[in-house]
């Protein structure tokens, strides 16, 4: 059963032709909607994240089963190592951040004579903001390439030592990641209103990102079964992967509400000053994300028969993405750009173009190697998967 | 008077062709007892969807609609009272215990369903066939016709897949 995806030309102008509409749409939306900084520049932060996120996620599913001796997902391990092969470019991306420090930032500004930021530069201070940039990228490159390469070489040699080289590199990512996944959205989202601060913060940024990233693999899924490949994917998977989308849509509203009633009840100035703004001039985005990341995915796939729905399921799935997109949009845009903020032909263009060039770089490398691994000793588990 | 005959193997994938051949020849399957969860055989049995998640929706409904109702009623309508100079519609507040009522209610809902629907629970008579099968003992009960004509067809059909200790057995109703 060796197959290898072969990237079509339509696929390819397909998705070149949707970085084409964001690049005109970007031009068009600059002359007409004439933005900011601060606007272009937070744009710039929520597409980083929300494709790094998608990105990273492709390392977290692929150690956490590895860890947890999970069978069933070894057969579509592809899928979550060709997204990790957009880290790089999201790194490239995420270091342009220093040109926009002083419109994203306002810790960064020189001579603010903030008692409560001076407390915090100690953290917050901009040559250890890159240090730890640096330091997150490379330990998520390095151990996600390692990862790639371990079943890579797998694939041409039977030996049960990359099984369990790959188990302890699963180990390895898995605590850089837990670490690094908290302080990573205290840096690059909650500094952004600096004054405030919530300690489960890092694991909602978390679920949002498990969210996010279930979305894609079951798109990607979908797309491949729908030009022929993964036969071997059947009805078990999906609806593991539909089980995935509906419990993490779940806890993301536990996590989210949790953050919002203790703030809400407690009702301490510095504290509602993150939800006011949020509650005020962006009510209506604010109760929408809700209503999208919760309400919706929880009644959608409730059933069983929902969730092994392929086609219900990618649709579900395309609803929660945009959701989540909105959702970053949430936390960046009222510390950033305020009031006048409003979804225009910046923030599409920008979408676009940054889904264009993912999308590229995701299905260059699914093209690269055969979808299917060998030699892994928990394939044969993966093709009679039954729950 | 019932009779039905027992048996019982030692793997269980002698169990699942025996009971696919049973299926098969129209033989009535009283019973198939496991000591772990064995992939495929519900399918062979040929059961229905279980209906129990449906049970657990309405119960779920159920108990979110009366601890949301019940806390407005009673920190609105009933007893108003000022509580951290929160207003007295305060929907926050309400969703913890509509979240714990509904979860309660829809576990309740289906154990319950569960026990009337299967006949356990106090006072259940349900005879123990055989002492091992909560062991290591895979075991099939099928029924027989009075007369016993279908005796010696179901004998055949379990020794072939190596069955051991085939007993026929008969119980007053």
């Not at chain 1, 150690?63 to 957009?86: D, M, Q, V």
């Not at chain 1, 999208?292 to 092994?308: G, V």
Request: hydrophobic share 50%; charged share 15%.
């Amino acid at each position: 059963m060796e197959e290898k995806y072969t990237l079509k030309r339509k696929t390819q102008y397909g998705i070149l032709s949707i970085a084409g509409v964001g690049i005109l749409l970007l031009i068009l939306g600059y002359f007409i909607e004439s933005p900011n900084r601060q606007e272009l520049w937070a744009n710039v932060l929520i597409n980083n994240l929300y494709f790094l996120f998608i990105a990273l996620f492709g390392g977290v599913f692929l150690a956490l089963h590895k860890i947890a001796y999970a069978g069933w997902y070894t057969a579509l391990k592809r899928i979550p190592e060709a997204l990790t092969k957009f880290l790089p470019i999201s790194a490239a991306l995420m270091f342009l951040i220093y040109f926009g420090m002083h419109d994203l930032y306002h810790w960064s500004h020189e001579g603010l004579h903030d008692p409560i930021l001076e407390g915090k530069a100690a953290y917050l201070n901009v040559p250890f903001f890159f240090a730890r940039m640096a330091l997150y990228f490379l330990g998520w490159i390095g151990l996600t390439y390692l990862l790639r390469k371990n079943t890579l070489d797998q694939d041409l040699n039977p030996d049960l030592k990359y099984h369990n080289r790959g188990k302890i590199l699963a180990a390895l990512f898995m605590v850089f990641f837990a670490i690094t996944s908290s302080t990573m959205s205290w840096d690059w989202i909650m500094s952004i209103d600096a004054h405030w601060f919530s300690t489960l913060f890092g694991w909602f940024i978390f679920i949002g990102m498990f969210v996010c990233g279930i979305a894609t693999i079951i798109l990607l899924i979908a797309f491949l079964k729908s030009q022929g490949y993964l036969e071997y994917i059947n009805k078990e998977h999906i609806h593991d992967m539909g089980k995935y989308l509906f419990a993490f849509s779940i806890f993301w509203m536990y996590l989210w509400f949790s953050q919002y009633l203790l703030i809400w009840y407690s009702h301490i100035p510095e504290e509602t000053a993150y939800f006011a703004p949020r509650l005020t001039d962006h009510k209506v985005l604010f109760f929408t994300v809700l209503v999208i990341n919760f309400l919706f995915p929880f009644l959608a796939l409730m059933t069983r028969d929902a969730k092994r729905n392929l086609k219900w399921l990618s649709f579900v799935a395309i609803v929660v993405l945009i959701g989540h997109w909105l959702n970053i949009y949430m936390l960046v845009i009222p510390g950033t750009v305020g009031k006048t903020a409003q979804i225009g032909l910046i923030e599409i263009g920008f979408i676009a173009l940054y889904l264009g060039g993912f999308l590229y770089v995701v299905f260059t490398s699914l093209a690269k190697t055969p979808l299917l691994v060998k030699n892994d000793p928990l394939l044969e588990e993966s093709f009679h998967y039954e729950t | 008077m019932r009779r039905y005959i027992s048996a019982y193997f030692e793997d269980e994938e002698n169990l699942l062709r025996a009971t696919k051949d049973l299926r098969n020849k129209q033989f009535s399957i009283q019973d198939v007892l496991t000591p772990f969860p064995i992939h495929g055989l519900d399918p062979i049995l040929g059961f229905k969807r279980s209906r129990i998640p449906t049970i657990g929706f309405i119960g779920g409904a159920i108990g979110c609609i009366i601890a949301f109702g019940f806390q407005a009623w009673a920190f609105v309508v009933d007893y108003p009272l000022f509580i951290g100079g929160k207003p007295h519609f305060a929907i926050p507040s309400f969703i913890p215990i509509t979240f714990e009522l509904t979860v309660l209610f829809a576990a309740f809902a289906m154990v319950f369903a569960f026990l009337i629907r299967s006949k356990l629970g106090p006072g259940a008579n349900n005879p123990i066939h055989d002492e091992r099968i909560t062991d290591d003992r895979f075991m099939i009960i099928v029924d027989l016709d009075e007369a016993g004509n279908q005796d010696e067809l179901v004998k055949e059909i379990l020794l072939k897949e190596e069955a051991q200790e085939i007993k026929v057995k008969e119980i007053d109703k």
